[in-house]
Structure formats: structure tokens, C-alpha cells
């Protein structure tokens, strides 16, 4: 097996610019809009070769007009240099006069950026550039059982920065990407583009690993795209690879150009994927929590809550319901910004201190929670430990006590999400009319107090 880790380098941009009032105005913009980017620049076309030649370029902007020679001069010239023959060329200039739309693509330039537009307009153009065209990054993995041609493609992803994992057989590939899975909790594989020749030595050819990743591992052509590596120009064969799942393909003798735009291409695909499924998640995060304390929301409570309740695993599971008193109080004397720093800092310990379970805002200055793998003398004890915890942790540097209730599926079997909570709220009641700061429980017989606590009743605020 052979391995290569590169890692990426920082994002370099040339100006190349005639007028020293543009280059700084052009490069001040780019500094502002494009974050831990490095930005360069000169005046002429012969200084801007020898900085390509000294670093790792990945942009050129370039105006028509240079001290020594035209922009497309220069892209000719960064074309023709073999170290570099895939920086992305973008001429700005306020007058795309007709040599350079005819002349443009054959000199190797890439995009135009019309300086009418505006300077603000340039970072933005630049920004959206770097989006559409970024840097060939991802971790591939390569299957080549020829060394001949291994040597070759590894030559050229080696040279374009990319980290790569090339192994010679289909099987051995097939157990990295479970590993990777495995690894990831089944989630996403670890690698971001598969490479690999399509007829193999062995028992497994390319097209049955593509099958395999597709059919056994249900990982689609955007989650994990396939690039496959082909001797055989047979229309049939073409059609093989698309139905076994590839994305695309490419000719042997491999051509570099043509291998990197591929790469280039499907990795685009995959990163594009992972940013939408991270969006996603993001976006069903933000919906299951809430923003203010970072428990559960109450939406999740609902959807999860009865599935919580029975799963095998969660067996003895108990309801807590949990009001802070007098609450009103605080937000009428102290303000509602305080009254948030309470709810955010008591919200912040049951996280911490409940993070096996489910602890949610019920709504208001309401919490509850979802205690699993409790007995009734278990819970009860928590419970009580609890009350005495935030009466400790004085939230907000405030004087704070909480009326607890709770109920569990042990002493009330074949019971839903709603009727525990009801249970719980019963409860809850019966703490606060027996003068709050301590905890009941909803028994088999109705609503109980806890014999141990030895909590103090609440004399009732004025205000409250």
C-alpha cells in the first residue's frame, strides 16, 4: 500500500497592475474581503513569472495594459510554464475591446472582471471566483494494480497538492471505505473521491466495487463520487460504468489536463454535498434546541419524546418537571436580561449535568427532564440533589430554588409521552401548593411528598 498526505497550502492571489494607485487599491479589497488569504502584487509581467515561479499561486488577476507586455501575454506565458498550467488567469479591465473576447480563451484567460463595475464590486467578484473555482482539495482514495500507471496518476494528484491513499486491489479498497464508515459512526465515509481503474486483478473488478459501495453501503454519487479509470473506448462499456454507479470517466493514456478538470469537477460535487449536509444538520440543530438555554426545544420533546420513553435501551424512565418559583419576580424587580441569564445558566447545568438524558425548556421558566435507567429511589434522590444544586449555584449571582415533580413509566406501565408529562405536571402542582422549593412524586396512589426533603416553604413576593 502505498500513502501520501499533503496538506493544503494558504491561498495566495497575484495583481499584477501597470498603476500603482490600482495594485493597492485592488489588493486592500481583496484583504478585506477574502479572510486569511495572502495577497501579492507588481507592476509588469516579467516580475509576476518570477513570483509564480518563487510560490504557490493559486489566482492571477492581471490588467490589459502592463509596463513589459499585455495580459495575454502574460496568461500565454503562465499557460506555457509547466509548473503552473492550471492558475485560474482574470483580466480586469474597463474596456473588454474584441481581441480580448477572441483572443481570451485561446491565451489561457479564465474570467473578466469589467472595472466599470466599480472596485466594491471587485472582492465580490473575486470571493464568488474562489467559490466556483477553488483549490483542488480532498482526500482520495486510488485504485491502480498496474504500477506503471499508478506511478503516472500519482505524479499528477501528488503535483496538484491533493492527499491521496492508493491501493492496488478492489477488496482492499472496499474494507478502508467500511473502516472509514465505521469509524465515522456510519455516517460518512472518510474519503471525499474515489479513483480507480475499471478492470482489476482479483476477484473483485471496478465495476463490482463501484456496485458494492452503492448497492451494500447506499453511498450515492454526490456523497462519495467515483472516477474511473478506463483502457477501452467501447461505447458499452461506457454504458457499464454509468450503471454500476460511476460519475464519470477517463481515457487511457492518461492526459493531465483532462484528469484534473474531472477531479476537479466531481470534488466540487462532494464539497458542495457536504456543505448542504451541513447545512442540514445546522438547520435541524437550531430547530431541536433552544436558543436561549441550549436544552431541547419542546418541538423535539414531542417528536422524540415517546421513542425516548420506549426504547429497550432507556428502560425506567422518568419524567422531571421542573419550575423555577417565583420567577416572575425576578424578571419585574431585575429585568427580563436577567431573568435570561438565570434560564441560560440553569439551562447550561442540566446540560452538563443530565447529558445521557433529555433536558428540554418546556416553555417559560419551565424545564423537564427525561431521566433514563432510574428506579423510584434512584430518581428521588437525583431529584432532591438537584433542587439543592441550583439552590447552590445562585444563576445570574441571584438567590434561586426550583419546585420539582416528577413521575415515572416504572410505577405507571403502558403510559404515553403526554400522560407522563400530565402526571409529572400533577405533581409539580403539589410541590407548589405545599409551598415550593422541594420535590413530589406522582405515586401509584396520586401525588406524594418526598420524605427527604427537607426543604424550607417560600414565603410568597409582594410582587409575585
Known amino acids: 500500500m502505498y500513502k501520501k498526505l499533503m496538506s493544503a497550502p494558504k491561498t495566495c492571489i497575484l495583481v499584477v497592475d501597470g498603476s500603482s494607485v490600482s495594485r493597492e487599491i485592488l489588493s486592500r479589497i481583496l484583504r478585506e474581503?477574502?479572510?486569511?488569504?495572502?495577497?501579492?502584487?507588481?507592476?509588469?509581467?516579467?516580475e509576476a513569472m518570477n513570483l509564480i515561479a518563487e510560490k504557490n499561486v493559486d489566482l492571477v488577476t492581471t490588467a490589459l495594459l502592463l509596463t513589459d507586455m499585455d495580459g495575454l501575454a502574460l496568461s500565454r506565458k503562465i499557460r506555457d510554464t509547466f509548473?503552473?498550467?492550471f492558475v485560474p488567469v482574470v483580466v480586469v479591465s474597463g474596456d473588454a475591446d474584441n481581441r480580448l473576447l477572441r483572443e481570451g480563451f485561446e491565451a489561457g484567460v479564465t474570467d473578466y472582471f469589467d472595472k466599470s463595475n466599480g472596485y466594491k464590486a471587485f472582492g465580490k467578484f473575486i470571493q464568488g471566483f474562489l467559490q466556483r473555482n477553488s483549490g483542488l482539495m480532498g482526500n482520495i482514495l486510488f485504485i491502480e494494480d498496474s504500477r506503471t500507471a499508478a506511478a503516472v496518476v500519482l505524479k499528477?494528484?501528488?503535483?496538484?497538492?491533493?492527499?491521496?491513499?492508493?491501493?492496488?486491489?478492489?477488496?482492499?479498497?472496499?474494507?478502508?471505505?467500511?473502516?472509514?464508515?465505521?469509524?465515522?459512526?456510519?455516517?460518512?465515509?472518510?474519503f471525499d473521491l474515489v479513483i480507480t481503474d475499471f478492470y482489476l486483478e482479483g476477484a473483485m473488478t471496478g465495476g463490482d466495487l463501484l456496485y458494492a459501495m452503492r448497492a451494500k453501503y447506499h453511498l450515492s454519487q454526490q456523497e462519495l463520487p467515483v472516477?474511473?479509470?478506463?483502457?477501452?473506448?467501447?461505447?458499452?462499456t461506457q454504458v457499464e460504468i454509468f450503471h454500476a454507479g460511476g460519475n464519470d470517466f477517463v481515457h487511457k493514456p492518461i492526459v493531465e489536463e483532462i484528469l484534473i478538470a474531472r477531479v476537479r469537477a466531481l470534488l466540487l460535487i462532494k464539497h458542495q454535498f457536504d456543505a448542504l449536509k451541513k447545512q442540514t444538520e445546522t438547520m435541524r440543530w437550531i430547530a431541536a434546541t433552544d436558543s436561549l438555554t441550549g436544552v431541547r426545544s419542546k418541538r423535539y420533546?414531542?417528536?422524540?419524546?415517546?421513542?425516548?420513553?420506549?426504547?429497550?435501551?432507556?428502560?425506567?424512565?422518568?419524567?422531571?418537571?421542573?419550575?423555577?418559583?417565583?420567577?416572575?419576580?425576578?424578571?419585574?424587580?431585575?429585568?427580563?436580561i436577567t431573568g435570561d441569564h438565570v434560564l441560560a445558566e440553569l439551562g447550561e447545568f442540566l446540560n452538563n449535568h443530565f447529558p445521557e438524558d433529555m433536558a428540554v425548556r418546556f416553555g417559560g421558566e419551565e424545564f423537564c427532564l427525561l431521566v433514563k435507567n432510574c428506579d423510584r429511589e434512584a430518581i428521588l434522590k437525583r431529584s432532591e440533589e438537584l433542587r439543592q444544586q441550583i439552590e447552590a449555584l445562585k444563576p445570574a449571582g441571584l438567590e434561586v430554588h426550583i419546585s420539582l415533580g416528577v413521575a415515572g413509566v416504572e410505577e405507571h406501565p403502558d403510559i404515553n409521552l403526554t400522560q407522563?408529562?400530565?402526571?409529572?405536571?400533577?405533581?409539580l402542582y403539589f410541590s407548589k401548593e405545599a409551598g415550593r422549593n422541594?420535590?413530589?412524586i406522582y405515586g401509584p396512589e396520586g401525588p406524594e411528598p418526598f420524605p427527604a426533603s427537607a426543604a424550607t416553604p417560600l414565603p410568597q413576593p409582594n410582587q409575585a
Open 83 to 85: 509548473q503552473h498550467p
Open 156 to 190: 499528477i494528484l501528488e503535483k496538484n497538492n491533493l492527499k491521496v491513499t492508493h491501493v492496488r486491489s478492489a477488496e482492499t479498497a472496499l474494507d478502508m471505505v467500511e473502516q472509514s464508515l465505521k469509524e465515522n459512526g456510519g455516517n460518512t465515509p472518510s
Open 33 to 46: 474581503e477574502l479572510a486569511d488569504t495572502e495577497i501579492i502584487s507588481c507592476k509588469s509581467g516579467a
Open 420 to 427: 407522563l408529562i400530565a402526571l409529572a405536571d400533577k405533581a
Open 438 to 440: 422541594r420535590v413530589s
Open 227 to 236: 472516477l474511473v479509470l478506463t483502457g477501452s473506448d467501447d461505447t458499452s
Open 301 to 336: 420533546l414531542v417528536d422524540n419524546g415517546d421513542e425516548f420513553i420506549h426504547s429497550p435501551e432507556n428502560q425506567g424512565v422518568w419524567a422531571i418537571l421542573i419550575d423555577i418559583d417565583y420567577f416572575k419576580n425576578i424578571n419585574d424587580n431585575l429585568g427580563h
